[in-house]
């Protein structure tokens, strides 16, 4: 591998990235990783500024989608209880708890393959009510077509949660109702909506290095890459199809902060799920490799988060601050 291929993403060629490249970034020796995320993160952030945003699911379990990793899919028997979307009261109360302690961004995710038009009327109305507390907002509902996007703009929505979860190799293996293309097609009426986009994926699925470089490699390369990344280690949950996945490596996790972060320069990386299940130290070096963003609070979707109390004492300890609202 050239330097010259290590250093920079290709100026002409499409993608902006290639798998190649980000294999290649992944494979590094581990100091000169972390030497180049840091080197990356301190020229567009305060290292010390970390975004919080707080998770709310409001339609919980009952999908028909068949994604191997998720608790709430229909087809698996894993003791969600399916619920129907969530009152306004129940939101908005929600979403002032989670600013008082802190939260500047509040995402609202609903377990549907693509929302029907009068359930994104009652999540505009939800939208419009977070807003007006001062809080951005977040939603993840599955598919949208572009007239759903622009009604959520219009609604003020900041933020669109979709995530591309894998490479396109690996996609199938874990997800067989919808395709790698139907995700980006809804990237991209949500990017055309002029929506800010959120978009990762999950690692510890089984997948190899070479599936997370494709992961990271898409993400960079996407038109305009995500302004927002979560990555998510797995939630292994009994009765999905992954609940028997090895724990990712940490240092491997790791690494794929690191390449998220030297790829898309100017992104917020979300730590986002598999928290609760990590070392504070292997916490600590996500933030070194350039994640700037979690989810607090005691739960995820429907799955246990870091608690708050530890979150208080590891940002103390780390001289993390949040970011301000
Ligand atoms: N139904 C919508 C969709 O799939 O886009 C929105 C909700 S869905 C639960 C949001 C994201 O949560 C998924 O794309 C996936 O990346 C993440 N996720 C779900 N289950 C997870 C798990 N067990 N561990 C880690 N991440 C998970
Ligand atoms: C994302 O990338 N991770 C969050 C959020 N976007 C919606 C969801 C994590 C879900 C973990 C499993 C659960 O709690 O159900
Ligand atoms: Fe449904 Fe989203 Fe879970 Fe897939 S990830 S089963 S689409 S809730």
């Not at 290649?24 to 840091?38: G, K, T, V, Y």
């Not at 290292?47 to 919980?60: D, F, G, R, Y």
């Not at 509040?106 to 809080?135: Q, Y």
Request: hydrophobic fraction near 40%; charge should be negative; proline fraction near 6%.
């Amino acid at each position: 591998m050239s330097a010259t291929t290590l250093d920079s993403p290709a100026k002409t060629a499409a993608p902006r990235w290639s798998s190649d490249a980000v294999a290649a970034l992944l494979a590094l020796p581990f100091p000169e990783l972390m030497f180049r995320a840091q080197s990356v993160h301190r020229a567009h952030f305060n290292p010390a500024e970390v975004q919080i945003s707080t998770l709310l699911s409001i339609k919980t379990g009952g999908c028909p989608e068949d994604c191997g990793y998720c608790p709430q899919a229909s087809s698996y028997e894993t003791g969600t209880k399916a619920s129907k979307l969530l009152a306004l009261d129940t939101v908005l109360a929600e979403a002032r708890a989670a600013k008082e302690k802190g939260a500047q961004r509040f995402c609202m995710g609903a377990a549907w393959r693509s929302p029907k038009d009068h359930d994104l009327e009652n999540v505009c109305t939800m939208i419009e009510g977070v807003k007006a507390m001062g809080l951005e907002t977040c939603v993840t509902l599955g598919m949208l077509s572009a007239p759903q996007s622009d009604r959520l703009k219009a609604a003020g929505l900041d933020y669109y949660n979709h995530n591309l979860d894998t490479s396109p190799e690996y996609y199938g293996k874990v997800i067989t109702t919808r395709t790698y293309q139907d995700r980006l097609d809804t990237l991209e009426n949500v990017r055309n909506a002029g929506i800010n986009v959120c978009c990762g994926g999950i690692v510890g699925m089984g997948e190899d290095a070479a599936d997370r470089a494709g992961l990271i490699a898409t993400l960079a390369s996407l038109p305009t890459p995500p302004e927002s990344v979560p990555i998510n280690a797995l939630v292994a949950v009994e009765g999905t199809p992954l609940a028997g996945s090895e724990p990712i490596d940490a240092i491997a996790f790791v690494r794929v902060i690191a390449a998220a972060r030297i790829t898309m320069p100017t992104s917020f990386i979300r730590l986002s799920a598999g928290r609760e299940a990590m070392s504070d130290e292997a916490q600590a070096l996500c933030f070194l490799a350039g994640a700037n963003s979690i989810f607090h609070g005691e739960k995820l979707l429907t799955t246990k988060n870091a608690t708050v109390n530890h979150d208080e004492a590891l940002f103390e300890k780390l001289g993390l601050q949040p970011l301000a609202g």
